[in-house]
């Protein structure tokens, strides 16, 4: 079956402007997952969502960033006034079950987000 | 909170054991992990285990925690070149609503014919 896919795969923008990063879970996940991976660091959390709410938004770095899941699929991940800061490759992932058992969460390539 | 910290580098020869490491802080955290990450791919989970086990096996691959220590590590046998990636140690903290992991900075593994 077709793992987690995210689009685009690269994204140059320049700052200011407004960007929007989309996730394609792996049918049947209810939570779904944002983390964003700057170079040579591990991947930060962002957001997690079980279905359309987002259960924890604490790691969203501040009210710029905001993300979306209404029909508890496909997310979006929006940055509004982007800044050179927020280049990163941002990560989702999406796993079955929630917390309390194993928690396998499958990862997808990324969107590479440059701001000039 | 959770801080989970890894070592950068390791090089191996092809055909060794690699070892790599990663210490965390919250003795609390129910599930470690080990993600790898190749150029271009998604990161991968390799293995877990459960915050009640010491050792866990899994072909190729050994995982010993040391809860005392707040240590983690993973064993690779027989290293080949194809394990060449960067390896990420992560921790499930315990408690409210969500299931966060908290990454480590990565360990690149580098494999030498």
């Known amino acids: 079956g077709a793992g987690v896919s995210q689009t685009p795969s690269n994204k140059v923008t320049e700052k200011g402007k407004y960007v929007e990063l989309r996730c394609d879970p792996i049918?049947?996940?209810?939570?779904l997952y944002w983390y964003r991976q700057s170079l040579g660091q591990g991947p930060e959390f962002l957001i997690y969502f079980q279905g359309t709410g987002a259960a924890d938004d604490s790691g969203l770095p501040n009210d710029r960033f905001f993300a979306v899941r209404p029909e508890g699929s496909v997310s979006t991940l929006k940055i509004q006034r982007t800044e050179r800061g927020d280049s990163a490759v941002y990560l989702c992932?999406?796993?079955?079950?929630?917390?309390?058992?194993?928690?396998?969460?499958?990862f997808g390539p990324g969107t590479r987000l440059t701001v000039l | 909170g959770e801080d989970v910290e890894q070592s950068l580098f390791l090089s191996v020869r092809e055909g060794d054991s690699s070892v790599i490491n990663c210490t965390y802080t919250d003795s609390s955290s129910t599930y470690l992990y080990w993600y790898k990450q190749e150029p271009g791919a998604g990161l991968q989970l390799l293995t877990y285990i459960f915050s009640n086990m010491d050792m866990k096996q899994d072909q190729r691959l050994t995982v010993l925690l040391n809860k005392k220590d707040k240590h983690l590590s993973l064993r690779i046998a027989d290293t080949q070149t194809g394990d060449s990636a960067i390896y990420f140690c992560?921790?499930?903290?315990?408690?409210?609503?969500?299931?966060?992991?908290?990454f480590g900075t990565g360990t690149l593994l580098a494999v030498q014919p």
């Open positions: 992932a999406s796993s079955l079950v929630q917390r309390g058992e194993y928690n396998e969460q499958f």
């Open positions: 992560a921790a499930l903290p315990p408690g409210g609503a969500t299931n966060k992991l908290i």
């Open positions: 049918s049947g996940h209810t939570a």
